[in-house]
């Protein structure tokens, strides 16, 4: 390239360098809103940028209003042209970088396999349909998912709705078999604060939310899917049919009512009532007596059996409950209790009253029945 020839090209390539040198430096302010630690807006104003690209725009028009035009010369100014309105539209954050490119090449897709495996669709179904898991059990691992998944499935559509205009996930129909107070508590899953304030459009989030959570809420559907065929494989599609009441007790060795030395003989227990240490006088529960895993057995002072204590290794139910299960499943049976109660180690007590003076107590830790009280 001659002295000459370079003299004429440099002003147009002066102008391109202007309209792409702020790509990689940054002259101007930027702040960043977050919510709960998660970016959810923010401006990034770059004046450096904004100042070159306006430079190398005027080099650029009066390039093109020079006479006579040379033909290298001409081309280099009209590439510099756009180079430089598009610099100035996104300094001055008219444009958005991840937007252009989200909507030139489209948002990322979750992969079409990503849902649950032939074998873990096998070992969770036949994990769904064993005996011990009844109804209620079924239907509260069911919601559970479906709460879940419904959380995922409106971020998702919130974040796509706002920044790619194409959801790849939507709401996924529920059962008829679910009350309409369940149903609203699925519903209600999804009205969270993620939903309400998707983040700020970027790369990132994009990967995040249209890929990565809609991948989640795939296995998630797969996971729904596999319990409601279960529920209704065993129970049919029409509504859940009234369960026991909370007094009833199935599967235990002992009842209400009976004498401790009858019950020992029956038994072939060996060890007495143990006395209760600091009992109140007026109190109906005066002596223990194991009779075996999970199952003690309190007596008055006439040696009457008045209160069963169940707790984990009895393998019956009280109330259609076994211990270990979740305290949601009790809530489902019951309903709310007629009075709750604090214990100790941050067990609550939730009690329920019957006509015949038996009261029965489900002791809440965690999230699970760690114990099951009946007295009279």
Known sequence: MTKTSWRDLRRPLLAIALALLPFWLFLGASNELRVNGELVGGSRFNLGGLAMALAGLGLAVGIL???PRRTPRLALALLALPLCLFQAAVSAEILSLDRLQAALLGPPAPDPAAGLSQAERARLAASARRPILDEVVLRDEFLTVSRRLRAQTEEHIAYATLCHRHAWLAVAPLPAWLSEAERAEVAAAGNGARSATPPACS??????????LAEQALRDRDLADIIQAAREERFGTGPAQPGPPPWQLEGAPAALGETGEALRARLGLA???EPLE?????SPLQARLPLGPGVTAYLDRAGVVRGLLLEEGFAGRLGGVRPT???SSVLRRHG???????????????LYGHEDGAVP???MRDGAVVGMLLIR
Request: glycine content about 10%; aromatic content about 2%; proline content about 10%.
């Open 271 to 273: 060890d007495r009532p």
């Open 361 to 363: 107590r489900f002791d």
């Open 203 to 212: 790369a990132a989030a994009s990967r995040s939310l249209m890929q990565d």
């Open 65 to 67: 209003r020079e006479r």
């Open 278 to 282: 600091g009992a109140p006088e007026a």
């Open 336 to 350: 709310p209790p007629a009075r709750e109660v604090a214990l100790q180690g941050g067990v609550r007590g939730l």
């Open 325 to 327: 299960q979740t305290a």
